[in-house]
C-alpha cells in the first residue's frame, strides 16, 4: 500500500481540508507508506500572488505537520522541487483524451461562464494530478469527496497508457501493466464540508468571503464570529438524522460537530434533539476552540522556523525522486523515449 495525496498552496488551509483529508493522512502514516505533498504547481493554474506563494507552501507544509504528520516517517514535500510531476504530466497529456477532460465538472464550476479566459493550466489540471499519482504507483490516495472524479481520471488514463504500450511493457518489465490503478479514500471523517454561508457550496479556500469558512489559523474570536453568523433555518433541531433532510445547513453543522468530536452524526442529533440552534452553535464553537485553535497554534509555531521548513521540504523531495525518477525513466524507455 503506497499513499500519495496533495493540497495546495492557495490560501487559507481549512475545516474542509482537515475533516475531508488531513486528519485521513495522520491515520495512514501507520498503516502505509505516505507521500504528502503540497501542489504548488496546481495553485498556479489561477493567480497565485508570487509575494505570497512561498509563504503559503510553508504554511500548508506547517499545516501538515501541526496536524500529526511525521515529517521522518511520511515523505513531504512540494510538487515544484521534484520535476518528474511535470514531465510525466507531459506524457500522460498525450494519453489522456480532450473528452475525457471535457467532463471534468470542476473546471465547469470552477471556470462557470468565462471558460475562455481560463488558464490552459486549470483545463489540463487534473492530467497533473494524475501525474502526481501515478508518478509514484501510488495504490491509495485518500482525498475528499470533490477530487473523486479527478481520481477515477487517473485510473482512466492508467489504464489507457496499459493498453496503448502493452507489448513494449510486457517485453520491457515482463509485465502485463506498468501504472497501478490508484484507489479513492474517500473516508475522511466530513468527505465534503460545506460553506458556512451557504449548505449547498463546498467550503472553500477560494471563497471571496472569509466567513464561509473555518481556517486553521483563525482565533477564538474569529470562530465565535464565525459559527455565531453561520447561515440556519427557522425550525427546532429534530433528534433523528434523517430529519436534516432538506436542511443543508443544519446537516453541515451537525456533521462538523461529528467529525471533530468522532462521534456518529446520529449521536449529535440525539444530543441537540429538540433544542435551539443557538445551543448547537455554542457547543460547536467551544468544541472547535478546544480541538482547532492548538492545531493553529502549533502552526504559528512551526511557521516561524522557515528555516526547519525548507529542510524538510528539501528532504522529502530528496526521497520523493528516490522513487518518481526511476518509475518516470521506465515510463519514457516503455514509450520508446530512451
Ligand atoms: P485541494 O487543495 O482543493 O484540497 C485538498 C484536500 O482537501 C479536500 N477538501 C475538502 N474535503 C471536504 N470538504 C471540503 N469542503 C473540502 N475542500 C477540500 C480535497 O478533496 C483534497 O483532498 N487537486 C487537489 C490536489 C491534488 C491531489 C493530487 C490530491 C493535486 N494532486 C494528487 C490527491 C492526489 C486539490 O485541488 O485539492
Redesign the pocket.
Known amino acids: 500500500m503506497r499513499v500519495?495525496?496533495?493540497?495546495?498552496?492557495?490560501g487559507n488551509l481549512?475545516?474542509?481540508?482537515?475533516?475531508?483529508?488531513?486528519v485521513n493522512f495522520v491515520s495512514l502514516q501507520n498503516k502505509a507508506e505516505c507521500i504528502y505533498?503540497v501542489?504548488d504547481l496546481?495553485?498556479i493554474t489561477v493567480w497565485q500572488d508570487p509575494n505570497k506563494l512561498y509563504k503559503n507552501i510553508h504554511e500548508i507544509t506547517a499545516g501538515f505537520i501541526a496536524s500529526g504528520l511525521d515529517p521522518n516517517k511520511n515523505i513531504i514535500f512540494n510538487?515544484s522541487k521534484v520535476k518528474e510531476h511535470s514531465e510525466l504530466s507531459w506524457i500522460l497529456n498525450c494519453v489522456a483524451r480532450l473528452g475525457w477532460l471535457n467532463r471534468m465538472t470542476?473546471f465547469k464550476e470552477k471556470a462557470g461562464k468565462n471558460k475562455e479566459n481560463m488558464s490552459i493550466g486549470l483545463y489540463t489540471?487534473?492530467i497533473?494530478?494524475?501525474a502526481?499519482?501515478l508518478a509514484y504507483k501510488?495504490t491509495h490516495?485518500?482525498?475528499?469527496?470533490?477530487?473523486k472524479q479527478?481520481?477515477e481520471l487517473?485510473r482512466d488514463i492508467a489504464q489507457k497508457f496499459n493498453i496503448d504500450f502493452k507489448d513494449r511493457i510486457k517485453s520491457i518489465i515482463q509485465k502485463d501493466e506498468f501504472f497501478i490503478l490508484?484507489k479513492p479514500l474517500?473516508n475522511?471523517p466530513?468527505?465534503?464540508?460545506?460553506?458556512l454561508r451557504d449548505g449547498q457550496k463546498?467550503?472553500?479556500?477560494s471563497d471571496l468571503s472569509d466567513m464561509t469558512?473555518i481556517n486553521i489559523l483563525d482565533d477564538e474570536d474569529q470562530i465565535y464570529n464565525k459559527i455565531r453568523k453561520s447561515k440556519t433555518d427557522s425550525d427546532v433541531i429534530p433528534s433523528d438524522f434523517l430529519g436534516v433532510d432538506g436542511r443543508p445547513e443544519l446537516k453541515n453543522l451537525i456533521s462538523i460537530y461529528a467529525g471533530v468530536s468522532k462521534q456518529s452524526p446520529e449521536d449529535v442529533i440525539k444530543e441537540f434533539g429538540g433544542e435551539q440552534f443557538s445551543k448547537l452553535k455554542k457547543n460547536l464553537t467551544d468544541l472547535l476552540i478546544s480541538e482547532i485553535c492548538p492545531i493553529g497554534s502549533e502552526m504559528k509555531k512551526i511557521i516561524s522556523d522557515p528555516l526547519y521548513i525548507d529542510e524538510v521540504l528539501s528532504d522529502g523531495a530528496e526521497r520523493a525522486r528516490t522513487i518518481s525518477e526511476p518509475i518516470l525513466a521506465e515510463t519514457k524507455k516503455i514509450i520508446g523515449l530512451a
Open positions: 500519495f495525496s496533495g493540497i495546495q498552496p492557495s481549512h475545516l474542509g481540508n482537515y475533516l475531508g483529508a488531513i505533498c501542489v496546481h495553485s510538487q470542476q489540471y487534473p497533473l494530478m494524475a502526481d499519482i501510488a490516495v485518500p482525498v475528499g469527496e470533490d477530487q479527478h481520481i487517473s490508484p474517500i475522511g466530513v468527505p465534503r464540508v460545506m460553506s463546498k467550503m472553500s479556500s469558512r
